[in-house]
């Protein structure tokens, strides 16, 4: 049994100024870290025996973390579109609007479509590579969406499209 899974899909290269802005701030971070750690992984490597020695061992577990985050955000950030400005037409769904939606139930979400390294569920950021985003690009005021999967189907109804924070 082999241990080869096939490569994921290439999510889209689009961002927000907003999010590009803070993918940089943190590989800047990630490297003032990473100093500090290599310092901490050279006091805990001249302790000794280092089978056994678990600061040395978790320290070398954290800078491979560290350094798999700034390989990825190395290669990923020259290869991104940038969009900072809204479309011309601001009454469809592109990317990076606030879409207000309204389910069978009459509760209403609101949604930011934005690119796959901005996914943020707390601020009701959604990839634009998501099956909800996908349904909605396009799609005007008052159209209605359904979202299907083995399970069930959902249907929404676009009741706001903004293209400022609403």
């Given at each position: 049994m082999s241990r080869w899974r096939p490569p994921s899909p290439k999510s889209s290269p689009y961002i927000t100024q907003e999010g590009y802005q803070t993918?940089?701030?943190e590989l800047r971070d990630l490297w003032t870290k990473r100093k500090e750690v290599t310092q901490a992984l050279s006091a805990a490597a001249a302790?000794?025996?280092?089978?056994?020695?678990?600061?040395?061992?978790y320290r070398k577990k954290e800078l491979r973390g560290i350094d798999r985050r700034i390989h990825y955000l190395q290669k990923r950030l020259p290869g991104l579109n940038i969009v900072s400005q809204p479309p011309d037409d601001q009454d469809r769904i592109?990317?990076?609007?606030?879409?207000?939606?309204?389910?069978?139930?009459?509760d209403e979400m609101t949604y930011r479509i934005v690119g796959a390294d901005e996914l943020d569920p707390k601020k009701?950021?959604?990839s634009l590579d998501s099956p909800l985003a996908s349904a909605l690009l396009k799609k005007t005021f008052d159209d209605e969406v359904a979202i299907k999967n083995e399970f069930?189907?959902?249907?929404?109804?676009?009741?706001d499209i903004n293209y400022r924070k609403p």
């Open positions: 993918l940089e701030t302790e000794g025996d280092r089978s056994e020695n678990a600061e040395y061992i592109f990317f990076s609007a606030w879409v207000t939606l309204e389910n069978e139930a009459g009701q950021y959604i069930q189907e959902t249907r929404y109804r676009v009741v």
